[in-house]
């Protein structure tokens, strides 16, 4: 469902962040990383300061679990 939003409007933030916690709820750790790197720069592109800010304690964590999965 999110991918399908994101094909209609690509700087939906709040489909990127909810497709990387789908993602790595699933196990695809960088594919969830990738997704919230495009959602911030959406979110950033949008003026959407909290989703971006969501986003990047999201790859943190990510990060701290494993830093070769993401940086951000």
Excluded at 7 to 25: I, P, Q, T
Aim: glycine share 6%; hydrophobic share 45%; charged share 35%.
């Amino acid at each position: 469902e999110f991918e399908r939003a994101l094909r209609f409007d690509a700087r939906y933030s709040a489909a990127w962040k909810f497709l990387g916690r789908a993602l790595l709820d699933a196990g695809r750790r960088d594919d969830a990383a990738d997704a919230w790197r495009q959602g911030i720069a959406a979110a950033e592109i949008q003026g959407d300061v909290q989703a971006a800010k969501e986003m990047r304690v999201f790859l943190r964590r990510i990060a701290r679990a494993d830093p070769q999965d993401a940086s951000d």
